[in-house]
């Protein structure tokens, strides 16, 4: 069992920057995919970017160029770095792990954390 802790959500201005971690304990956290979603109020939950165990990484064109991921596989964690953010990027954030690069990918991990908010003031 992998257990995921999503933290570094808050307030901030549009044009700001956040970092969001995901800190992973249990299993073999280090050999799986790991992606984050999020979900806007009314609205589906959506793709956001996603790094497999090797450090390849996959964005949706919304957050591309502005967003990064990366890992620290000594600390079992996931960081999407945040840059230049829009009130259109206010959601819960999601980080989700699987062995499956592209059953991460499509949402159905089998691993989720509760979530961090992010809001984004214009």
């Known amino acids: 069992q992998v257990q995921l802790v999503e933290s570094g959500g808050r307030l901030v201005q549009a044009g700001g920057s956040l970092r969001l971690s995901c800190a992973a304990s249990?299993?073999?956290?280090?050999?799986?995919?790991v992606g984050w979603f999020r979900q806007a109020p009314g609205k589906e939950r959506e793709f956001v970017a996603t790094?497999?165990?090797?450090?390849?990484?996959t964005y949706s064109d919304s957050v591309k160029g502005r967003f990064s991921i990366s890992r620290d596989h000594a600390k079992n964690t996931v960081s999407l770095q945040m840059n230049n953010l829009k009130p259109e990027d206010t959601a819960v954030y999601y980080c989700?792990?699987?062995?499956?690069?592209?059953?991460?990918?499509?949402?159905?991990?089998?691993?989720w954390g509760q979530g961090t908010q992010v809001s984004v003031s214009s």
């Open positions: 989700t792990a699987d062995p499956s690069f592209d059953t991460v990918v499509a949402g159905a991990g089998a691993y």
């Open positions: 790094i497999t165990w090797s450090g390849g990484s």
């Open positions: 249990g299993g073999t956290f280090s050999l799986y995919a």
